[in-house]
């Protein structure tokens, strides 16, 4: 089995930044894709951005000049670095890892971002 904890989610103001964080643990492959999805109010969850454990990333192009995904394998942590935030990034964050036992998922981090 795998956990996935996320952390950094939070309140910002518009054109703000925040860095979120997952750790993954447990039953780990070399081989895996880690990323985030966010579900807005409302909204069905979307893909934010992937990175493979050898690789290179894939992004919503949307969200592609705002967000860095980056990942520490030494760690199994994955992080995203988000900048010039709009208030339609309001959502709750999930942290994924995929691997060929199966895909996992976090709790989710709440971010908000008032205007």
């Known amino acids: 089995q795998v956990q996935l904890v996320e952390s950094g989610g939070g309140l910002v103001q518009a054109g703000g930044s925040l860095r979120l964080s997952c750790a993954a643990s447990?039953?780990?492959?070399?081989?895996?894709?880690m990323g985030w999805y966010r579900q807005a109010p409302g909204k069905q969850r979307e893909l934010v951005a992937t990175?493979?454990?050898?690789?290179?990333?894939n992004y919503v192009n949307s969200m592609k000049d705002r967000f860095t995904i980056s990942r520490d394998n030494a760690k199994n942590t994955v992080y995203l670095q988000m900048n010039s935030l709009k208030p339609e990034d309001t959502a709750v964050y999930y942290c994924?890892?995929?691997?060929?036992?199966?895909?996992?998922w976090g709790q989710g981090t709440q971010v908000t971002v008032s205007s």
């Open positions: 994924t890892l995929r691997q060929l036992a199966g895909i996992y």
């Open positions: 447990g039953r780990i492959f070399n081989a895996n894709v």
């Open positions: 990175i493979p454990s050898g690789g290179s990333t």
